[in-house]
């Protein structure tokens, strides 16, 4: 990994991911494995993962190591999409309104329900029972 140009984060529900952005041909790597190996056969969350490379064409001209760990693979799927979103912006300050438009550059803040006390989940009730 030569000449590290940018670094971004991104969250979303627990998990965290990290990008370093180097100039090479384009290849994305996520935690030392490629993208389709990561992902597995799970087109959908590819698809969200890499949302941020429709919006702007200069990727290849650049890698991507991205680091990500916490949560699901759908909340890591979701934090690569916001850290590369702002890997790019810090790239390429003309595409911030198409990244905005498409709504990748703001932090998906919704997390988990605690549960509560006397309940069996969050918002779930034990069965009434009248007599």
């Known amino acids: 990994?030569?000449?590290?140009?940018?670094?971004?984060?991104?969250?979303?529900?627990?998990?965290?991911?990290?990008?370093?952005?180097?100039?090479?041909?384009?290849?994305?790597?996520?935690?030392?494995?490629?993208?389709?190996?990561y992902f597995g056969g799970l087109e959908r969350h590819k698809k969200i993962a890499l949302k941020p490379f429709d919006v702007w064409s200069g990727v290849k001209r650049y890698d991507f190591y991205?680091?990500?760990?916490?949560?699901?693979?759908?909340?890591?799927?979701?934090?690569?999409?916001?850290?590369?979103a702002r890997a790019i912006l810090n790239l390429n300050e003309a595409s911030k309104d198409a990244l905005r438009k498409e709504g990748l550059l703001t932090r998906d803040s919704r997390m988990v329900e605690r549960?509560?006390?006397?309940?069996?989940?969050?918002?779930?009730?034990?069965?009434?029972?009248?007599r």
């Not at 991104?10 to 190996?37: F, Q």
């Not at 969050?122 to 009434?128: H, L, N, T």
């Open 1 to 37: 990994m030569s000449n590290v140009s940018y670094l971004s984060t991104g969250r979303r529900k627990n998990a965290i991911a990290r990008v370093k952005v180097a100039e090479g041909s384009g290849k994305i790597t996520v935690n030392d494995r490629s993208l389709d190996e």
């Open 66 to 84: 991205i680091s990500v760990n916490g949560g699901g693979i759908t909340g890591q799927a979701g934090a690569i999409s916001h850290s590369v």
């Open 115 to 130: 549960k509560k006390p006397g309940r069996p989940k969050a918002r779930k009730r034990f069965q009434f029972s009248k």
